[in-house]
């Protein structure tokens, strides 16, 4: 079974902090995702990578970044938290059986 | 308009219950359809996935599609409260593996 894992399940960060969030998957997946769940709006696609050292911008990567030095590894980076940025974070892979999630970093900016 | 609507419920049925949850979407371009299962502080799992107009089947839990009404469902027999549970349709966008997901619906089912 693949397994995603995300670093925190619980985070509490003050305004204009910067946040890492880190995520390891155990395959040799190449596509990683991040995904941020909020009430009403469903998931919606921040940045995704498709290779070592490769990005793309999702739908909503105003103020964030991301980082993939290792396949294994990708990681989310909050530039400066701000309070609209509280929410569930989600990490992914895409395999040929679809996409594994991770369990979620759940976010609270104040 | 969003993309993918999904009502968010809750949903509410009995044990037993046939449970009914539908998504409609705009993009013709979507060919492959999915159903995710989120449990309460967990992570998606996929459920179903189907390609072409129809349904199918897998244990209790049928998929189906209706591509000239851009209308899926996914039907729930014999309910468990085991399936509460928050419902995701997902559809993959025509370049590369990225997912357009609906806003889910939260199903209970009462014991």
């Known amino acids: 079974d693949v397994k995603v894992t995300q670093s925190s399940r619980y985070l509490v960060k003050r305004t204009g902090e910067k946040v890492f969030l880190e995520c390891v998957q155990d395959m040799d997946h190449e596509n990683m995702f991040w995904y941020r769940q909020d009430p009403g709006l469903g998931l919606r696609l921040i940045y995704f990578?498709?290779?070592?050292?490769?990005?793309e911008k999702g739908d909503i990567p105003e103020g964030y970044s991301v980082s993939r030095e290792k396949k294994e590894r990708f990681s989310l980076i909050l530039e400066s938290a701000s309070t609209n940025q509280t929410s569930m974070y989600l990490c992914a892979t895409a395999g040929e059986n679809g996409y594994t999630f991770g369990s979620g970093t759940r976010l609270t900016v104040v | 308009q969003k993309e993918v609507e999904q009502d968010p419920g809750p949903l509410s049925v009995p044990e037993g219950a046939i449970v009914s949850l539908n998504c409609t979407y705009s993009?013709?371009?979507?060919?492959?359809f999915m159903w995710y299962r989120q449990y309460s502080r967990k992570g998606p799992e996929l459920l179903m996935y189907t390609y072409s107009s129809g349904n199918k089947e897998d244990g209790r839990f049928t998929a189906q599609v209706d591509k000239s009404s851009k209308y899926i469902s996914l039907f729930i027999r014999d309910s468990q409260p085991s399936d509460s549970a928050t419902y995701l349709c997902a559809m993959p966008r025509a370049a590369g593996n990225k997912l357009t997901f609906g806003g889910g619906t939260r199903v209970l089912v009462k014991p």
């Open positions: 990578s498709y290779d070592v050292k490769m990005k």
């Open positions: 993009n013709s371009a979507f060919q492959y």
